[in-house]
Nanobody, 125 residues
Framework: VQLQASGGGLVQAGGSLRLSCAASGRTFSNYAMGWFRQAVGKERVFVAAIRWNTGNTRYADSVKGRFTISRDKSKNTVYLQMNSLRPDDSAVYYC???????????????????WGQGTQVTVSS
């Protein structure tokens, strides 16, 4: 399984970015796909997750109403649309895939079996 994250960059506060995570190597029908982020000197934290089959989503409180996770089954790709970006959103963003993940565990990075390489998001004030 390979997860290829892209779309990061430098943006001003209030701006938008869309991250992509291209998945390959297997079918993901029973998987949950997640986005996590890690700021410099901080632990990796949950951002958002989506169940591949149902499209059900879950968000960290800090991004609710600003970020949207989605998936395109035909392209085997997961997206993270980030609007109203703030300087504290700056981090390396990672996508991840976890098989048969239970809902309550989607926020836990131990739930995920596969990880992408990360893409840097920098929000300037």
């Amino acid at each position: 399984v390979q997860l290829q994250a892209s779309g990061g960059g430098l943006v001003q506060a209030g701006g938008s970015l869309r991250l992509s995570c291209a998945a390959s190597g297997r079918t993901f029908s029973n998987y949950a796909m997640g986005w996590f982020r890690q700021a410099v000197g901080k632990e990796r934290v949950f951002v958002a997750a989506i169940r591949w089959n149902t499209g059900n989503t879950r968000y960290a409180d800090s991004v609710k109403g600003r970020f949207t996770i989605s998936r395109d089954k035909s392209k085997n790709t997961v997206y993270l649309q980030m609007n109203s970006l703030r300087p504290d959103d700056s981090a390396v963003y990672y996508c991840a895939a976890g098989a048969n993940a239970i809902w309550s565990a989607l926020v836990d990075d131990n739930t995920y079996d596969y990880w992408g390489q990360g893409t840097q998001v920098t929000v300037s004030s």
